[in-house]
């Protein structure tokens, strides 16, 4: 099981990127899958969480209205969006995945993690 995350780049306040993660094996595209992010010599913050079936999400209150998590399970893809986004934003992006079934904000009960891919909002 494997997670390859991209899309991270620099942007300016206020503009947008899309991170993407895809995931190999197929039983793994159902799997409750999330995005964290990461400061150096921070701990690692939830960003926002997407149910198997993609019907229920949960979002960090930092990113509510302004970032939006999908996905497709035939691609095993999940997306970020992140729509105005602020100075603040700038991290390392982690998606990650969990065979539970609960929209969890803890970073401890995903068991597969991809790579970061990194975003950094200029003021």
């Known amino acids: 099981v494997q997670l390859q995350a991209s899309g991270g780049g620099l942007v300016q306040a206020g503009g947008s990127l899309r991170l993407s993660c895809v995931g190999s094996?197929?039983?793994?595209?159902?799997?409750?899958k999330a995005w964290f992010r990461q400061l150096p010599g921070k701990e690692r913050e939830f960003v926002a969480v997407?149910?198997?079936?993609?019907?229920?999400?949960d979002y960090a209150d930092s990113v509510k209205g302004r970032f939006t998590i999908s996905r497709d399970n035939a691609e095993n893809t999940v997306w970020l969006q992140m729509n105005s986004l602020k100075p603040e934003d700038t991290a390392d992006y982690y998606c990650?995945?969990?065979?539970?079934?609960?929209?969890?904000?803890?970073?401890?009960?995903?068991?597969?993690w991809g790579q970061g891919t990194l975003v950094t909002v200029s003021s």
């Open positions: 094996g197929r039983t793994f595209s159902m799997y409750t």
């Open positions: 997407i149910s198997g079936h993609g019907r229920n999400a």
């Open positions: 990650a995945a969990s065979r539970e079934f609960s929209l969890s904000t803890n970073p401890g009960d995903y068991t597969y």
